[in-house]
């Protein structure tokens, strides 16, 4: 299996424009998260999907932000306007809790980098 | 909600020993687990161990919770210079799945 991809790799942007960010969860899996990393306040939850379905959205900083999952397959997450503070990792991860216990491991896709000027 | 506390760093000499610690304050935690980060990738679980086990040893691994305390540990065997990496203490409690991380703690293997 491919893992959780995510892409770009690394964005660098300015101030003000638009990021849309986007991972593709491992086969299978029917939860999907989206975290934000920084050395000041390291992981944090910004929403959850199950069956393609926000649950949890309390995570997500303010309405700049918005994420989507049209398809079991592929998510966003968009900054619109994009601002230097938005300057993190931001890690997509996937898991599958039909697959019994230790299976709702989440599985994290190797992050986006992005530094807003 | 659940809050969970590492300290930021630690450093051992190759062929040591690692004990990395973690508190929390929930105990509902119904699962909890250790994570590794190396640089430059996304988090990686490492191992886990159910509330209702005292204890979990996987090679060099070995974690060790104590519920009355809240505190859960993760000791690495002859630590090597791999190991250097950011290691995240994350629980869960049951039915929903959120996850809460503590903020890593930096091990740095000194040859």
């Known amino acids: 299996d491919a893992g959780v991809i995510q892409s770009p790799r690394h964005e660098v942007t300015e101030m003000g424009q638009e990021v849309t960010l986007r991972c593709k969860p491992i086969s299978g899996h029917n939860s999907l998260f989206w975290y934000r990393q920084t050395m000041m306040r390291g992981l944090e939850l910004l929403i959850y999907f199950n069956n393609n379905v926000p649950i949890d959205d309390s995570g997500m900083p303010e309405d700049r932000f918005s994420a989507k999952m049209p398809n079991a397959s592929f998510s966003t997450l968009k900054i619109q306007p994009s601002e230097p503070r938005d300057s993190a990792v931001y890690f997509c991860?996937?898991?599958?809790?039909?697959?019994?216990?230790?299976?709702?491991?989440?599985?994290f896709g190797p992050g986006t980098r992005l530094l807003v000027l | 909600g659940e809050d969970v506390e590492q300290s930021l760093f630690l450093s051992v000499r190759e062929g040591d020993s690692s004990v990395i610690n973690c508190t929390y304050t929930d105990s509902s935690s119904t699962y909890l687990y250790w994570y590794k980060q190396e640089p430059g990738a996304g988090l990686q679980l490492l191992t886990y161990i159910f509330s209702n086990m005292d204890m979990k040893q996987d090679q060099r691994l070995t974690v060790l919770l104590n519920k009355k305390d809240k505190h859960l540990s993760l000791r690495i065997a002859d630590t090597q210079t791999g190991d250097s990496a950011i290691y995240f203490c994350?629980?869960?409690?049951?039915?929903?799945?959120?996850?809460?991380f503590g903020i890593g703690t930096k091990l740095q293997v000194i040859p």
């Open positions: 991860a996937s898991s599958n809790p039909r697959g019994g216990q230790f299976q709702e491991t989440q599985y």
């Open positions: 994350a629980l869960r409690g049951g039915g929903y799945q959120k996850v809460t």
